[in-house]
Protein backbone atom coordinates (compact mmCIF):
# COMPACT_ATOMS: atom_id res chain seq x y z
CA UNK A 1 0.00 0.00 0.00
CA UNK A 2 2.65 2.70 1.01
CA UNK A 3 5.02 1.52 -1.98
CA UNK A 4 1.70 2.22 -4.37
CA UNK A 5 1.09 5.96 -2.60
CA UNK A 6 5.25 6.61 -3.14
CA UNK A 7 4.92 5.41 -6.43
CA UNK A 8 2.12 8.05 -7.14
CA UNK A 9 3.79 10.84 -5.73
CA UNK A 10 6.95 9.91 -7.61
CA UNK A 11 4.47 10.49 -10.97
CA UNK A 12 2.82 13.10 -9.74
CA UNK A 13 6.12 15.26 -8.74
CA UNK A 14 8.10 13.76 -12.18
CA UNK A 15 5.02 15.17 -14.02
CA UNK A 16 5.38 18.82 -12.57
CA UNK A 17 8.41 18.99 -13.40
CA UNK A 18 7.77 17.54 -16.75
CA UNK A 19 5.39 20.71 -17.39
CA UNK A 20 7.23 23.21 -15.79
CA UNK A 21 9.87 21.86 -18.58
CA UNK A 22 7.48 21.72 -21.71
CA UNK A 23 6.70 25.28 -20.46
CA UNK A 24 10.10 26.33 -20.81
CA UNK A 25 10.97 24.57 -23.67
CA UNK A 26 8.07 26.07 -25.36
CA UNK A 27 8.57 29.81 -24.27
CA UNK A 28 9.83 30.67 -27.27
CA UNK A 29 7.61 30.62 -30.43
CA UNK A 30 7.61 32.25 -33.85
CA UNK A 31 5.07 34.40 -35.27
CA UNK A 32 4.72 35.19 -38.87
CA UNK A 33 4.92 38.89 -39.80
CA UNK A 34 2.89 39.77 -42.24
CA UNK A 35 0.62 36.70 -40.28
CA UNK A 36 -0.61 35.59 -44.35
CA UNK A 37 2.47 36.56 -47.04
CA UNK A 38 1.93 36.03 -50.96
CA UNK A 39 4.06 35.43 -53.03
CA UNK A 40 6.56 38.03 -54.10
CA UNK A 41 6.00 39.97 -50.85
CA UNK A 42 8.87 39.25 -47.79
CA UNK A 43 8.12 37.74 -44.40
CA UNK A 44 9.85 37.59 -41.43
CA UNK A 45 10.10 34.43 -38.88
CA UNK A 46 9.98 36.40 -36.06
CA UNK A 47 10.99 34.93 -32.68
CA UNK A 48 9.39 35.42 -29.33
CA UNK A 49 10.15 34.59 -25.66
CA UNK A 50 13.71 34.28 -25.84
CA UNK A 51 15.21 35.23 -22.58
CA UNK A 52 18.69 35.87 -21.93
CA UNK A 53 21.61 36.44 -24.05
CA UNK A 54 21.82 34.36 -27.58
CA UNK A 55 24.62 32.80 -28.53
CA UNK A 56 23.38 30.24 -31.13
CA UNK A 57 20.65 30.26 -33.48
CA UNK A 58 19.87 27.52 -36.73
CA UNK A 59 17.43 27.46 -38.46
CA UNK A 60 16.45 24.35 -40.45
CA UNK A 61 13.41 24.01 -43.21
CA UNK A 62 11.25 21.12 -41.85
CA UNK A 63 10.06 19.92 -38.51
CA UNK A 64 12.86 18.32 -36.99
CA UNK A 65 16.81 19.84 -36.59
CA UNK A 66 18.17 17.19 -39.01
CA UNK A 67 21.73 18.37 -40.45
CA UNK A 68 19.84 17.64 -44.07
CA UNK A 69 17.18 20.65 -43.05
CA UNK A 70 20.08 22.94 -42.14
CA UNK A 71 19.49 26.37 -43.65
CA UNK A 72 22.03 28.52 -41.38
CA UNK A 73 23.28 29.04 -38.43
CA UNK A 74 23.68 32.56 -36.98
CA UNK A 75 26.27 33.53 -33.64
CA UNK A 76 25.93 36.97 -32.72
CA UNK A 77 29.75 37.16 -31.45
CA UNK A 78 31.14 35.35 -34.06
CA UNK A 79 33.41 37.78 -36.80
CA UNK A 80 31.13 36.54 -39.47
CA UNK A 81 27.83 35.76 -37.79
CA UNK A 82 26.15 33.39 -40.20
CA UNK A 83 27.27 30.85 -41.88
CA UNK A 84 24.93 28.30 -44.23
CA UNK A 85 23.77 24.95 -44.52
CA UNK A 86 22.32 22.57 -46.72
CA UNK A 87 19.08 23.86 -47.22
CA UNK A 88 20.45 27.54 -47.75
CA UNK A 89 18.65 29.83 -50.29
CA UNK A 90 19.97 32.92 -50.86
CA UNK A 91 16.63 35.14 -50.27
CA UNK A 92 17.30 34.11 -46.71
CA UNK A 93 18.66 36.02 -44.12
CA UNK A 94 19.35 35.63 -40.32
CA UNK A 95 18.39 38.77 -38.46
CA UNK A 96 20.57 39.79 -35.12
CA UNK A 97 17.43 38.89 -32.74
CA UNK A 98 17.21 35.15 -34.22
CA UNK A 99 14.62 35.97 -36.17
CA UNK A 100 14.73 34.97 -40.17
CA UNK A 101 14.15 37.17 -42.98
CA UNK A 102 12.56 35.43 -46.12
CA UNK A 103 12.49 37.83 -49.29
CA UNK A 104 10.81 37.69 -52.89
CA UNK A 105 8.63 34.39 -51.51
CA UNK A 106 7.76 31.69 -53.99
CA UNK A 107 5.44 29.36 -53.63
CA UNK A 108 8.13 26.27 -52.66
CA UNK A 109 8.79 28.06 -49.66
CA UNK A 110 6.05 27.31 -48.03
CA UNK A 111 6.36 24.16 -45.09
CA UNK A 112 7.63 23.79 -42.36
CA UNK A 113 10.47 25.44 -39.98
CA UNK A 114 12.03 25.24 -37.43
CA UNK A 115 14.44 26.92 -35.16
CA UNK A 116 16.76 25.99 -32.28
CA UNK A 117 18.30 29.25 -29.84
CA UNK A 118 20.95 28.42 -27.66
CA UNK A 119 20.94 30.82 -24.68
CA UNK A 120 21.95 29.39 -20.58
CA UNK A 121 19.21 26.16 -21.98
CA UNK A 122 18.36 25.19 -25.62
CA UNK A 123 15.26 25.66 -26.79
CA UNK A 124 13.55 24.95 -29.88
CA UNK A 125 10.57 25.62 -31.51
CA UNK A 126 8.29 25.16 -35.20
CA UNK A 127 6.04 27.15 -37.25
CA UNK A 128 4.08 26.48 -40.48
CA UNK A 129 4.97 29.29 -43.40
CA UNK A 130 1.97 29.34 -46.18
CA UNK A 131 3.08 30.85 -48.77
CA UNK A 132 -0.46 32.34 -50.76
CA UNK A 133 -0.86 33.45 -54.22
CA UNK A 134 -2.81 36.26 -55.40
CA UNK A 135 -6.48 35.86 -56.23
CA UNK A 136 -6.32 36.24 -60.02
CA UNK A 137 -8.92 35.99 -63.09
CA UNK A 138 -11.85 36.58 -61.05
CA UNK A 139 -14.77 35.49 -63.59
CA UNK A 140 -18.34 35.38 -62.29
CA UNK A 141 -20.41 32.51 -64.27
CA UNK A 142 -24.12 31.03 -64.70
CA UNK A 143 -24.25 27.61 -65.41
CA UNK A 144 -27.44 28.44 -67.70
CA UNK A 145 -27.46 31.11 -70.55
CA UNK A 146 -30.99 32.14 -71.04
CA UNK A 147 -32.51 31.63 -67.64
CA UNK A 148 -36.27 31.13 -67.47
CA UNK A 149 -38.22 31.94 -64.71
CA UNK A 150 -38.14 29.09 -62.05
CA UNK A 151 -35.48 27.57 -63.51
CA UNK A 152 -32.84 26.40 -60.67
CA UNK A 153 -29.85 28.49 -61.32
CA UNK A 154 -26.23 28.37 -60.31
CA UNK A 155 -23.68 30.70 -60.28
CA UNK A 156 -19.99 29.82 -60.10
CA UNK A 157 -16.84 32.41 -58.91
CA UNK A 158 -14.41 30.79 -60.78
CA UNK A 159 -10.53 31.98 -59.55
CA UNK A 160 -7.51 30.67 -58.32
CA UNK A 161 -6.20 30.98 -55.12
CA UNK A 162 -9.06 32.12 -53.41
CA UNK A 163 -10.52 29.88 -50.53
CA UNK A 164 -13.53 32.89 -49.27
CA UNK A 165 -16.00 34.27 -51.76
CA UNK A 166 -19.00 37.23 -51.22
CA UNK A 167 -21.71 37.71 -52.97
CA UNK A 168 -22.95 40.93 -53.70
CA UNK A 169 -26.14 42.02 -55.46
CA UNK A 170 -25.21 45.59 -57.08
CA UNK A 171 -28.93 47.71 -56.27
CA UNK A 172 -30.82 45.59 -53.46
CA UNK A 173 -29.78 42.89 -51.55
CA UNK A 174 -29.68 38.38 -52.60
CA UNK A 175 -33.30 36.77 -52.58
CA UNK A 176 -33.91 35.55 -49.42
CA UNK A 177 -34.34 32.06 -51.18
CA UNK A 178 -30.63 32.33 -52.36
CA UNK A 179 -28.57 28.95 -51.13
CA UNK A 180 -25.01 29.75 -50.14
CA UNK A 181 -22.65 28.48 -47.88
CA UNK A 182 -22.38 30.26 -44.42
CA UNK A 183 -18.45 30.41 -43.91
CA UNK A 184 -18.29 31.51 -47.36
CA UNK A 185 -16.22 28.97 -48.49
CA UNK A 186 -17.52 27.83 -51.79
CA UNK A 187 -17.32 29.53 -54.91
CA UNK A 188 -21.04 29.05 -56.01
CA UNK A 189 -24.75 30.52 -54.86
CA UNK A 190 -27.84 28.49 -55.89
CA UNK A 191 -31.29 30.17 -56.48
CA UNK A 192 -33.88 27.20 -56.13
CA UNK A 193 -36.31 28.95 -57.89
CA UNK A 194 -35.21 31.92 -59.90
CA UNK A 195 -38.09 34.87 -60.09
CA UNK A 196 -38.22 37.56 -62.54
CA UNK A 197 -37.57 39.98 -59.04
CA UNK A 198 -34.11 38.35 -59.15
CA UNK A 199 -32.80 40.11 -62.11
CA UNK A 200 -30.22 42.62 -61.69
CA UNK A 201 -26.56 42.86 -61.90
CA UNK A 202 -24.65 40.68 -59.40
CA UNK A 203 -20.59 40.11 -58.90
CA UNK A 204 -18.60 38.06 -56.48
CA UNK A 205 -15.41 39.00 -54.60
CA UNK A 206 -12.75 36.15 -54.31
CA UNK A 207 -10.64 36.55 -50.90
CA UNK A 208 -7.53 34.35 -49.38
CA UNK A 209 -5.57 35.90 -45.78
CA UNK A 210 -3.54 37.69 -48.68
CA UNK A 211 -5.44 39.14 -51.21
CA UNK A 212 -9.45 40.26 -52.36
CA UNK A 213 -10.30 40.45 -56.00
CA UNK A 214 -13.65 41.75 -57.53
CA UNK A 215 -15.12 39.83 -60.54
CA UNK A 216 -16.74 40.37 -63.56
CA UNK A 217 -20.18 42.33 -63.18
CA UNK A 218 -23.02 39.69 -64.00
CA UNK A 219 -26.36 40.90 -65.15
CA UNK A 220 -28.90 38.51 -64.63
CA UNK A 221 -31.55 38.57 -66.97
CA UNK A 222 -34.55 36.46 -65.94
CA UNK A 223 -36.98 35.75 -69.29
CA UNK A 224 -40.81 35.34 -68.88
CA UNK A 225 -44.32 35.28 -69.50
CA UNK A 226 -45.55 35.83 -72.16
CA UNK A 227 -48.60 36.88 -69.88
CA UNK A 228 -51.62 39.10 -69.55
CA UNK A 229 -52.71 39.05 -73.35
CA UNK A 230 -54.64 41.50 -73.76
CA UNK A 231 -56.25 43.36 -77.30
CA UNK A 232 -57.32 46.74 -77.86
CA UNK A 233 -58.95 48.50 -80.82
CA UNK A 234 -62.73 48.68 -81.83
CA UNK A 235 -64.38 45.72 -81.76
CA UNK A 236 -67.88 47.18 -82.64
CA UNK A 237 -67.02 48.29 -86.53
CA UNK A 238 -69.22 49.83 -89.36
CA UNK A 239 -69.98 48.29 -93.05
CA UNK A 240 -67.23 49.98 -95.55
CA UNK A 241 -64.79 51.55 -92.80
CA UNK A 242 -61.59 50.09 -91.37
CA UNK A 243 -60.36 48.83 -88.46
CA UNK A 244 -57.18 48.19 -85.92
CA UNK A 245 -56.79 45.53 -83.55
CA UNK A 246 -53.49 45.88 -81.01
CA UNK A 247 -52.04 42.86 -79.26
CA UNK A 248 -50.21 43.55 -75.87
CA UNK A 249 -48.25 40.85 -73.46
CA UNK A 250 -46.40 40.84 -70.32
CA UNK A 251 -43.23 39.33 -71.87
CA UNK A 252 -39.30 38.82 -71.82
CA UNK A 253 -37.81 38.89 -74.42
CA UNK A 254 -40.83 40.80 -76.01
CA UNK A 255 -43.24 38.32 -77.42
CA UNK A 256 -44.02 37.37 -81.04
CA UNK A 257 -47.54 38.11 -82.40
CA UNK A 258 -49.96 35.96 -84.87
CA UNK A 259 -53.58 36.46 -85.07
CA UNK A 260 -56.39 33.91 -86.39
CA UNK A 261 -59.93 34.77 -87.48
CA UNK A 262 -62.30 32.07 -86.98
CA UNK A 263 -59.31 29.63 -86.04
CA UNK A 264 -57.90 30.55 -89.84
CA UNK A 265 -54.11 32.60 -89.76
CA UNK A 266 -54.35 36.14 -91.09
CA UNK A 267 -50.63 36.59 -92.33
CA UNK A 268 -50.51 40.62 -92.58
CA UNK A 269 -51.13 41.09 -88.65
CA UNK A 270 -48.41 40.83 -86.15
CA UNK A 271 -48.72 43.23 -83.17
CA UNK A 272 -50.80 45.24 -84.95
CA UNK A 273 -54.30 44.23 -87.49
CA UNK A 274 -55.08 46.52 -89.65
CA UNK A 275 -58.33 44.92 -91.86
CA UNK A 276 -60.44 46.43 -94.01
CA UNK A 277 -64.33 45.85 -93.22
CA UNK A 278 -65.65 43.31 -96.07
CA UNK A 279 -68.90 41.24 -95.41
CA UNK A 280 -66.95 38.30 -93.84
CA UNK A 281 -65.09 40.71 -91.16
CA UNK A 282 -67.57 39.51 -88.34
CA UNK A 283 -65.91 36.87 -86.20
CA UNK A 284 -63.53 35.68 -83.40
CA UNK A 285 -60.05 37.26 -83.65
CA UNK A 286 -57.37 35.76 -81.59
CA UNK A 287 -54.01 36.79 -80.48
CA UNK A 288 -51.40 34.57 -79.89
CA UNK A 289 -48.40 35.75 -77.84
CA UNK A 290 -45.15 34.00 -78.36
CA UNK A 291 -42.18 33.69 -76.48
CA UNK A 292 -38.81 32.33 -77.96
CA UNK A 293 -36.99 31.87 -74.68
CA UNK A 294 -39.68 30.65 -72.37
CA UNK A 295 -41.29 28.57 -75.21
CA UNK A 296 -44.58 29.61 -73.17
CA UNK A 297 -47.75 30.76 -76.16
CA UNK A 298 -50.81 32.55 -74.45
CA UNK A 299 -53.62 33.99 -76.15
CA UNK A 300 -56.94 36.28 -76.10
CA UNK A 301 -59.97 36.41 -78.51
CA UNK A 302 -61.97 38.95 -78.82
CA UNK A 303 -65.37 39.21 -80.93
CA UNK A 304 -65.85 41.57 -83.94
CA UNK A 305 -69.43 42.76 -84.80
CA UNK A 306 -69.87 45.01 -87.77
CA UNK A 307 -72.96 47.58 -87.66
CA UNK A 308 -74.80 48.41 -90.64
CA UNK A 309 -73.37 51.78 -91.93
CA UNK A 310 -76.69 53.90 -92.02
CA UNK A 311 -77.96 53.12 -88.91
CA UNK A 312 -74.22 53.79 -87.05
CA UNK A 313 -72.38 56.44 -89.01
CA UNK A 314 -68.91 55.50 -87.54
CA UNK A 315 -67.14 58.67 -85.86
CA UNK A 316 -63.89 58.43 -87.48
CA UNK A 317 -63.47 56.17 -90.67
CA UNK A 318 -66.89 57.26 -92.32
CA UNK A 319 -66.46 59.72 -95.75
CA UNK A 320 -68.58 62.44 -93.49
CA UNK A 321 -68.21 62.77 -89.63
CA UNK A 322 -70.83 63.08 -87.50
CA UNK A 323 -69.64 66.58 -86.81
CA UNK A 324 -68.97 67.42 -90.64
CA UNK A 325 -72.66 66.65 -91.63
CA UNK A 326 -74.39 68.69 -88.62
CA UNK A 327 -72.02 71.96 -89.53
CA UNK A 328 -73.16 71.70 -92.80
CA UNK A 329 -76.56 71.37 -91.71
CA UNK A 330 -76.48 74.17 -89.67
CA UNK A 331 -74.70 76.13 -92.58
CA UNK A 332 -77.18 75.72 -94.65
CA UNK A 333 -79.66 77.05 -92.69
CA UNK A 334 -77.92 79.97 -91.77
CA UNK A 335 -77.37 81.11 -95.39
CA UNK A 336 -81.29 80.12 -95.51
CA UNK A 337 -81.39 82.30 -92.72
CA UNK A 338 -79.28 85.41 -93.91
CA UNK A 339 -81.12 85.36 -97.44
CA UNK A 340 -84.70 85.37 -95.66
CA UNK A 341 -83.75 88.45 -93.71
CA UNK A 342 -82.78 90.27 -96.71
CA UNK A 343 -85.75 89.67 -98.77
CA UNK A 344 -87.64 90.62 -95.92
CA UNK A 345 -85.53 93.59 -95.18
CA UNK A 346 -85.72 94.63 -99.06
CA UNK A 347 -89.46 94.23 -99.24
CA UNK A 348 -90.22 96.52 -95.96
CA UNK A 349 -87.92 99.08 -97.42
CA UNK A 350 -89.98 99.47 -100.25
CA UNK A 351 -93.27 99.33 -98.51
CA UNK A 352 -91.76 101.84 -96.19
CA UNK A 353 -91.28 104.05 -99.18
CA UNK A 354 -94.85 102.97 -100.95
CA UNK A 355 -96.63 103.99 -97.32
CA UNK A 356 -94.75 107.30 -97.18
CA UNK A 357 -96.71 108.64 -100.25
CA UNK A 358 -99.62 106.63 -99.59
CA UNK A 359 -99.75 107.95 -96.41
CA UNK A 360 -99.88 111.99 -98.32
CA UNK A 361 -102.40 110.73 -100.80
CA UNK A 362 -104.05 107.46 -100.63
CA UNK A 363 -106.71 108.52 -103.44
CA UNK A 364 -103.99 108.97 -105.78
CA UNK A 365 -102.37 105.36 -104.56
CA UNK A 366 -105.42 103.92 -105.25
CA UNK A 367 -105.42 105.41 -108.95
CA UNK A 368 -101.94 104.27 -109.31
CA UNK A 369 -103.14 100.73 -108.82
CA UNK A 370 -105.68 101.45 -111.30
CA UNK A 371 -102.86 100.89 -113.99
CA UNK A 372 -102.22 104.32 -114.65
CA UNK A 373 -98.96 105.62 -116.40
CA UNK A 374 -96.68 106.77 -113.64
CA UNK A 375 -92.60 107.52 -113.44
CA UNK A 376 -89.86 104.55 -112.52
CA UNK A 377 -89.65 104.98 -108.84
CA UNK A 378 -93.18 104.49 -108.70
CA UNK A 379 -93.34 101.49 -110.80
CA UNK A 380 -92.57 99.26 -107.95
CA UNK A 381 -94.85 100.51 -105.45
CA UNK A 382 -97.87 99.72 -108.41
CA UNK A 383 -96.19 96.00 -108.95
CA UNK A 384 -96.89 95.52 -104.38
CA UNK A 385 -99.72 97.30 -104.98
CA UNK A 386 -100.78 95.11 -107.70
CA UNK A 387 -99.37 92.16 -105.28
CA UNK A 388 -101.78 93.09 -102.28
CA UNK A 389 -104.67 93.48 -104.94
CA UNK A 390 -104.18 90.00 -107.05
CA UNK A 391 -103.91 88.68 -103.48
CA UNK A 392 -107.66 89.64 -103.06
CA UNK A 393 -108.26 88.16 -106.23
CA UNK A 394 -110.42 91.41 -107.25
CA UNK A 395 -110.25 93.25 -110.35
CA UNK A 396 -107.85 96.57 -109.94
CA UNK A 397 -109.88 98.30 -112.23
CA UNK A 398 -113.02 98.18 -110.43
CA UNK A 399 -113.79 101.06 -108.28
CA UNK A 400 -116.11 99.04 -106.19
CA UNK A 401 -113.81 97.37 -105.23
CA UNK A 402 -111.89 99.60 -103.61
CA UNK A 403 -112.40 100.19 -99.99
CA UNK A 404 -111.66 96.98 -99.31
CA UNK A 405 -108.64 96.84 -101.18
CA UNK A 406 -107.81 99.98 -99.02
CA UNK A 407 -108.01 97.75 -96.13
CA UNK A 408 -105.48 95.52 -97.14
CA UNK A 409 -103.15 98.33 -97.81
CA UNK A 410 -103.64 100.12 -94.07
CA UNK A 411 -102.86 96.65 -92.54
CA UNK A 412 -99.72 96.11 -94.21
CA UNK A 413 -98.78 99.73 -92.98
CA UNK A 414 -99.45 98.85 -89.45
CA UNK A 415 -96.90 96.44 -89.97
CA UNK A 416 -93.98 98.37 -90.97
C1 LIG B 1 13.30 41.03 -34.91
O1 LIG B 1 13.81 42.01 -35.82
C2 LIG B 1 12.96 42.28 -36.93
C3 LIG B 1 13.70 43.23 -37.84
O2 LIG B 1 14.12 44.36 -37.14
C4 LIG B 1 11.66 42.84 -36.42
O3 LIG B 1 10.80 43.07 -37.50
C5 LIG B 1 11.02 41.85 -35.47
O4 LIG B 1 9.82 42.42 -34.91
C6 LIG B 1 11.96 41.49 -34.35
N1 LIG B 1 11.35 40.43 -33.55
C7 LIG B 1 11.21 40.52 -32.22
C8 LIG B 1 10.62 39.37 -31.51
O5 LIG B 1 11.61 41.54 -31.63
C1 LIG C 1 0.61 24.20 -43.41
O1 LIG C 1 -0.73 24.61 -43.21
C2 LIG C 1 -1.53 24.55 -44.35
C3 LIG C 1 -2.90 25.05 -43.96
O2 LIG C 1 -2.77 26.15 -43.15
C4 LIG C 1 -1.63 23.12 -44.85
O3 LIG C 1 -2.40 23.09 -46.02
C5 LIG C 1 -0.22 22.63 -45.14
O4 LIG C 1 -0.29 21.28 -45.50
C6 LIG C 1 0.63 22.80 -43.94
N1 LIG C 1 1.97 22.42 -44.32
C7 LIG C 1 2.68 21.65 -43.59
C8 LIG C 1 4.03 21.42 -44.10
O5 LIG C 1 2.25 21.16 -42.56
C1 LIG D 1 4.80 20.00 -40.49
O1 LIG D 1 4.50 19.91 -39.09
C2 LIG D 1 3.28 19.27 -38.78
C3 LIG D 1 3.10 19.33 -37.30
O2 LIG D 1 3.65 20.49 -36.74
C4 LIG D 1 3.32 17.83 -39.26
O3 LIG D 1 2.05 17.24 -39.01
C5 LIG D 1 3.60 17.82 -40.75
O4 LIG D 1 3.70 16.51 -41.19
C6 LIG D 1 4.85 18.58 -41.03
N1 LIG D 1 5.04 18.61 -42.47
C7 LIG D 1 6.18 18.31 -43.04
C8 LIG D 1 6.21 18.37 -44.55
O5 LIG D 1 7.13 17.98 -42.41
C1 LIG E 1 -27.57 24.55 -63.07
O1 LIG E 1 -27.39 24.06 -61.77
C2 LIG E 1 -28.58 23.62 -61.13
C3 LIG E 1 -28.26 23.19 -59.74
O2 LIG E 1 -26.95 23.34 -59.42
C4 LIG E 1 -29.18 22.49 -61.91
O3 LIG E 1 -30.39 22.08 -61.30
C5 LIG E 1 -29.45 22.96 -63.31
O4 LIG E 1 -29.94 21.89 -64.07
C6 LIG E 1 -28.18 23.47 -63.93
N1 LIG E 1 -28.49 24.00 -65.23
C7 LIG E 1 -27.80 23.67 -66.31
C8 LIG E 1 -28.23 24.25 -67.58
O5 LIG E 1 -26.84 22.90 -66.25
C1 LIG F 1 -43.21 30.42 -62.46
O1 LIG F 1 -44.05 29.96 -61.44
C2 LIG F 1 -45.12 30.85 -61.13
C3 LIG F 1 -45.84 30.30 -59.94
O2 LIG F 1 -45.90 28.92 -60.01
C4 LIG F 1 -46.00 31.01 -62.34
O3 LIG F 1 -47.04 31.90 -62.05
C5 LIG F 1 -45.19 31.54 -63.48
O4 LIG F 1 -45.96 31.60 -64.65
C6 LIG F 1 -44.01 30.65 -63.74
N1 LIG F 1 -43.18 31.27 -64.73
C7 LIG F 1 -42.82 30.66 -65.84
C8 LIG F 1 -42.00 31.46 -66.80
O5 LIG F 1 -43.12 29.51 -66.07
C1 LIG G 1 -40.04 45.56 -76.49
O1 LIG G 1 -41.28 46.19 -76.59
C2 LIG G 1 -41.30 47.50 -76.08
C3 LIG G 1 -42.71 48.01 -76.11
O2 LIG G 1 -43.37 47.53 -77.21
C4 LIG G 1 -40.35 48.38 -76.88
O3 LIG G 1 -40.30 49.66 -76.34
C5 LIG G 1 -38.97 47.77 -76.81
O4 LIG G 1 -38.09 48.51 -77.63
C6 LIG G 1 -38.99 46.34 -77.27
N1 LIG G 1 -37.68 45.75 -77.03
C7 LIG G 1 -37.04 45.09 -77.96
C8 LIG G 1 -35.72 44.54 -77.57
O5 LIG G 1 -37.51 44.94 -79.06
C1 LIG H 1 -66.35 34.15 -89.01
O1 LIG H 1 -67.47 33.74 -88.27
C2 LIG H 1 -68.56 34.65 -88.34
C3 LIG H 1 -69.64 34.17 -87.39
O2 LIG H 1 -69.76 32.79 -87.48
C4 LIG H 1 -69.05 34.78 -89.77
O3 LIG H 1 -70.08 35.73 -89.83
C5 LIG H 1 -67.88 35.24 -90.64
O4 LIG H 1 -68.28 35.28 -92.00
C6 LIG H 1 -66.72 34.31 -90.48
N1 LIG H 1 -65.60 34.87 -91.22
C7 LIG H 1 -64.63 34.13 -91.73
C8 LIG H 1 -63.60 34.83 -92.53
O5 LIG H 1 -64.59 32.94 -91.52
C1 LIG I 1 -46.15 27.81 -79.48
O1 LIG I 1 -46.40 28.18 -80.80
C2 LIG I 1 -45.39 27.80 -81.71
C3 LIG I 1 -45.69 28.39 -83.05
O2 LIG I 1 -46.95 28.07 -83.44
C4 LIG I 1 -45.33 26.29 -81.78
O3 LIG I 1 -44.30 25.90 -82.64
C5 LIG I 1 -45.02 25.77 -80.39
O4 LIG I 1 -45.07 24.37 -80.38
C6 LIG I 1 -46.00 26.31 -79.39
N1 LIG I 1 -45.54 25.95 -78.06
C7 LIG I 1 -46.31 25.39 -77.15
C8 LIG I 1 -45.69 25.08 -75.85
O5 LIG I 1 -47.49 25.18 -77.38
C1 LIG J 1 -70.22 37.52 -81.15
O1 LIG J 1 -71.08 38.64 -81.13
C2 LIG J 1 -72.28 38.45 -81.91
C3 LIG J 1 -73.03 39.75 -81.92
O2 LIG J 1 -73.04 40.35 -80.66
C4 LIG J 1 -73.09 37.33 -81.29
O3 LIG J 1 -74.21 37.11 -82.06
C5 LIG J 1 -72.24 36.06 -81.25
O4 LIG J 1 -72.92 35.05 -80.60
C6 LIG J 1 -70.92 36.32 -80.54
N1 LIG J 1 -70.12 35.13 -80.68
C7 LIG J 1 -69.55 34.56 -79.63
C8 LIG J 1 -68.75 33.34 -79.92
O5 LIG J 1 -69.65 35.01 -78.51
C1 LIG K 1 -72.03 49.01 -81.59
O1 LIG K 1 -72.26 50.26 -82.17
C2 LIG K 1 -73.63 50.54 -82.41
C3 LIG K 1 -73.73 51.84 -83.12
O2 LIG K 1 -72.80 52.76 -82.66
C4 LIG K 1 -74.37 50.56 -81.09
O3 LIG K 1 -75.75 50.75 -81.33
C5 LIG K 1 -74.19 49.22 -80.40
O4 LIG K 1 -74.80 49.25 -79.14
C6 LIG K 1 -72.72 48.92 -80.24
N1 LIG K 1 -72.59 47.59 -79.69
C7 LIG K 1 -71.74 47.31 -78.74
C8 LIG K 1 -71.70 45.91 -78.32
O5 LIG K 1 -71.02 48.17 -78.23
Known amino acids: ?194 KRSAAGDYYCEAKNPASNKKSNIYTLTVNYGPEQVRITGDVNVTEGSSFTLECFAESLPNATFRWTHNGTHLNSCQQRCSLKVASDTQGMYTCIASNSVTNINASTTVNVTVNAASSSPEMNDGPLSRGAIVGIVVAIFAVALIVAVIVLFLMLKQRKKHSASTNRKQHVSATVASGNGQTNESAAEHDIQYTSVTFAQRPPRKVQMQPSDENVVYSDLRLS
Open 1 to 194: MSTMWHLLRVILIFSVFLSVWMERVSAISIQLMPPYPAVGQSVTLSVTGITGNIREVKWYKGSNTDASNHILTYIPSANSPQSNGLQYFSRASALPNASLLISDLEFTDGGNYTVSVQTQTAQQTSVNLTVYEPVTDVVLKSNTSEIKENDTVTLTCETKNANRYEWVRVSGSLPSDTIQSKDKSTNTITFPSI
